[in-house]
């Protein structure tokens, strides 16, 4: 028989996942990943990776009967995570930090371990996405779009998926995830969903500013012709195409269009000057591990849970420009994830250098 | 799957027999030991009769022996109960590196917040400690000395003889954490210069939540819980008439048995270091080569993890533990590993395998058939992560 391990994070989407998968009759193993120190205080009451949600993970597998263990992965998260994360603030990007843990952590560290260690064949996780296998396998959103997380899985290609179960993505919505749940007696079963960031409990800005001070030294806002119209707190505070909160009295909705931190200055400018149609993107992959074409047409999500939009895909040696059909403000360090309706076609993360 | 259990040092199945006592108590026996009625005193007869079991397993006459919780509760008593008795006059407390956390993190308490003068003295690297080492730390202000027995993760048994002997001479109290190592070596106070012992009745095949404090008459010792006054003040409260008949009848059994069992553990034991350090590459023995445990065998692999090699043998049927005896998925290098000189990533990768009475040697040779491809596994994924 086969076995899979399965990602418990100590939440209801990964217990029900297991849940699925034993019911199956599949050869089930637990595992949660220590994402911060032992012992140490969490900036978040909600991590998935503290000693109580590991608890709650363990006790999920009990309840289900299955093998359970805890592996420690806090060095690979504090790395390729916390610290990405920061990074990309003090280097005036919006990070994603859900693209990085799945894509250094669940799908690299812990795929390696789970596959090298243990013999296992497969790694279940309990995200909303759904895997079609076959000869190419395919990403698609989840049958609930509404809690569909397939953006921050892009960079996963065939040698990941092959080895990928998400059971969660087929069902039709969280209520039927919760009712399973309750079904199977899970302790999780009324825990609240996980939020957005989840290692930092209250203001990102706050955990940023005690990594990266750097990243808070004031400096000039400006218009898109240099004037010079205001003060900012710091660029780890701001972020392409949020409304600025500088105070600035001209009446004028602006809007944060470009960051340059290497003179600290934001670029400020109203909805009309948004101008940018093309984008430069890096790390670029492609489910199918290749590209359907050199340019090729897509509906491309700029953020989580972003509408897509249309445009061009070109392909580079080192990356890939992205052609909008019409102007938008995308924030550098963001996944732009590729969409052809509902599968998943690959993507790549904005850069701050402009397309060439 | 056929399940092969390799890690009495954390705890032992409880005996058939003592399962039994201690059923009979539950059923026919629940009178408070310290009632003056009938069923109170059918209690006392169960908790004397056990006094006088572990008493004769260890060479003490049956007032010396106090009845506590566990092995926990003993080494917090010894140590706290002796310098809060001597506080007046002496205020040192001299241990070791190795300890168990019992000892190790009690010590750094009184500390920290009872003004008790601690050293803590390194080990070598077989984790032994020389008495001379100890004579050289103890001072006219020295109230205590506590040294264990054997190890629980490495196995070393400690010369506790002679240091037993320097701390007499110079009016030092000598406390030994015996916990691993009562029901497996001979024990005899008769002949062993201790002044207070600890044990636990779930190494030795008995109940878990019991255990005993052995106090060598004359040692003064405080209380530390006040209440009723039970076990003649020294721990207070309502006794566990089931665990404590559960725990002499686990001290008459293990007395019974400890010769014979530790001479076919020893030659198992023998046959599993070989059989490891023969067909596993790059292993390292840890603790002392024949000043050990007979049961216990405790490895290094560099460059694998504890952790992963107890998971990855787990789900080939063989509990086993890491020297870091943990549950948390913390990957954090073992202290006492550490206090041999070991480096951190070799420390990383410790094994640990405890015979025990159910052990045959189908056992040693099943687990070594498997062995080597789980370590090499491990240490390749490792590697990758290193």
Known sequence: ?356 | MRRVYLDHAATTPVDPEVAEAMARVYRDVHGNASSIHAEGRAARALVDEARDQVAAAIGASPGEIVFTSGGTESDNLALRGVLKARRAERDGLVTVATEHHAVLDTAHDLAEHAHVRLTVLDVDRDGLIRPEAVAAAIDERTAIVSVMHANNEIGTVQPIAEIGALCRERGVTFHSDAVQSVGALDLDVRALPVDLLSLNAHKFYGPKGVGALYVRRGTRLATLQTGGGQEKGRRTGTENVAGIVGLGVAMRLAAARRASEAARLTALRERLIEGVLARVPDAVLTGHRTLRLPNSASFCFRGADGPSLVAALDLEGFAVSSGSACTSGDTQASAVLLALGLDEATAKGSLRLTLGRSTTREDIDALLDVLPAIVARVRGASAVTA
């Not at chain 1, 418990?8 to 034993?22: H, I, P, R």
């Not at chain 1, 497969?122 to 395919?138: I, K």
């Open chain 1, 1 to 356: 028989m086969s076995r899979v391990f399965v990602a418990m994070s100590g939440g209801v989407d990964s217990s029900v996942a297991a849940a699925l998968l034993a019911e199956r009759g599949e050869d089930v193993v637990g595992v949660w990943m220590r994402l911060v120190p032992a012992g140490s205080q969490p900036d978040a009451p909600r991590c998935c990776g503290t000693d109580e949600a590991g608890e709650d993970a363990r006790r999920a597998a009990g309840v289900l009967g299955i093998p359970f263990y805890a592996l420690d992965y806090a060095d690979v998260f504090g790395r390729e995570v916390v610290g990405r994360f920061v990074d990309s603030y003090a280097g005036g990007e919006t990070p994603n930090p859900c693209v990085s843990c799945n894509q250094h952590v669940k799908f690299e560290a812990l795929m390696r371990d789970v596959v090298a260690k243990f013999g296992a064949d497969r790694l279940a996780t309990g995200h909303y996405a759904r895997v079609e296998h076959g000869p190419r396998h395919r990403l698609l959103r989840a049958q609930d779009t509404a809690k569909d997380q397939s953006y921050a899985l892009y960079m996963l290609g065939q040698r990941e998926l092959a080895r990928i179960e998400f059971p969660i993505g087929e069902l039709p919505d969280k209520s039927m995830t919760r009712a399973i749940a309750t079904r199977f007696g899970l302790p999780t079963a009324a825990k609240p969903d996980s939020m957005d960031i989840c290692f930092i409990g209250g203001d990102y800005r706050t955990f940023v500013r005690e990594r990266a001070p750097d990243a808070f030294a004031p400096g000039p806002v400006e218009r898109a012709d240099g004037t010079r119209i205001g003060e900012h707190g710091g660029i780890g505070t701001l972020t392409v195409g949020q409304r600025t909160g500088t105070g600035v009295a001209t009446g004028e909705r602006l809007y944060v269009l470009r960051l340059e931190p290497d003179r600290r200055a934001a670029v400020v400018g109203t909805r009309e000057e948004i101008s940018a149609t093309t984008y430069q993107l890096r790390d670029v992959r492609f489910v199918a591990d290749a590209p359907p074409a050199g340019r090729f047409r897509t509906e491309a999500v700029l953020r989580y849970r972003g509408t897509p939009l249309a445009g061009w895909v070109s392909v580079q040696a080192d990356g890939a420009t992205l052609e909008l059909d019409t102007p938008a403000l995308v924030a550098p360090g963001q996944a732009a994830v590729f969409y052809s309706g509902d599968e998943v076609i690959g993507g790549g993360v904005v850069s701050r250098i402009p397309a060439h």
